[in-house]
């Protein structure tokens, strides 16, 4: 049990003393614990903190407005917004398999984040949202423990030829702890408890190669989807859902006409450990209601499948 006020006084000062008057970048991701990050070294360091944040093209509907509008505006902490998306998509172009999507965007990032870095060059700290369970899983990939069937890139991204000193200011908390100390310091509670985004983000979210025609379209079936997902108080109890783009088209009937559009599906579980999970049994009239609100909504999709897959022998994500 702990005391929040006493563990902030408690990080600010170690935080203060840690970093001196020296300068620290950070890059914010729009996800929990970055954003925590973010959130408890502003507290700390203030005007000492420059954050990073990389559009790569393949974020859901408005995130970065609403990143830039939470920590920019409200917070006012210092974010220097990077729109990579051409960039990202001129290297994905032609690439089809999913491995070779994560590197490429990974391996963009890092390129993206160390030209950030090089205009900063009074920064000596090198701030990341890594929290406790990352320690044992990265601990455990070293000892061979771990079964990576994806290779995931939130950890141990950037490499060390950033010259940079590693502050990792959540590495002791679990995650409701990192929620939790996110809402004492004042960011909204939708963010603190958002559902999980992949690090690749809509990039393995759209089967195959990914193009930004398909992005826009994904993006904003997805955000029906979790905006009737609210609506309808099903977003808490799942623990991840979103669309997935697929690059197939049928034939459809729109009025007197015929159309041949794609199809988007849509995946919802319910897990504890994401290790394994649950397709979530959502109500056939939400479903019924995000379809209709998709398909009459977002020209070019003209059909809308929901996945009855478990986690055996089906992962989360598509890809
Ligand atoms: P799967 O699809 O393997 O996903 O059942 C389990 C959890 O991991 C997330 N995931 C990723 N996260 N980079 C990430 O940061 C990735 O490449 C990646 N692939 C899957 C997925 O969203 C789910 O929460």
Known sequence: DWNMPDYIAEAVARIREQVGDEEVILGLSG??????????????????????????????????????????????????????????????????????????IGREFVEVFQAEAQKLPKAKWLAQGTIYPDVIESAGAKTGKAHAIKSHH?????????????????????????RELGVALGLPHDM??????????????ILGEVKKEFADLLRRADAIFIDELRAADWYDKTSQAFAVFLPVKSVGVMGDGRT?????????????????????????????????????????????????????PATIEWE
């Open 31 to 104: 996800g929990v614990d970055s954003s925590v990050a973010a959130a408890l070294l502003h507290r700390a360091i203030g005007e000492q903190l420059t954050c990073v944040f990389v559009d790569n093209g393949l974020l859901r509907l408005n995130e970065a407005e609403q990143v830039m509008e939470t920590f920019g505006r409200s917070l006012g902490v210092r974010v220097v917004h990077v729109d990579a998306t051409e960039q990202f998509m001129g290297h994905l172009k032609g690439v089809s398999d999913p491995e070779q999507k994560r590197k490429i």
């Open 154 to 178: 939130n950890v141990g991204g950037l490499p060390e030829t950033l010259n940079l000193k590693l502050l990792e200011p959540l590495r002791e908390l679990f995650k409701d702890e990192v």
């Open 192 to 205: 603190v408890y958002r559902h999980p985004f992949p690090g690749p983000g809509l990039g393995v979210r």
């Open 260 to 312: 041949y559009e794609y199809v988007v599906a849509l995946r919802a579980v319910q897990t504890q450990d994401f290790m394994t999970a649950h397709w979530a049994e959502l109500p056939h009239s939400l479903l019924g209601k995000v379809s209709n609100r998709i398909i009459n909504e977002v020209r070019g999709i003209n059909r809308v499948v929901y996945d009855i897959s478990g986690k055996p």
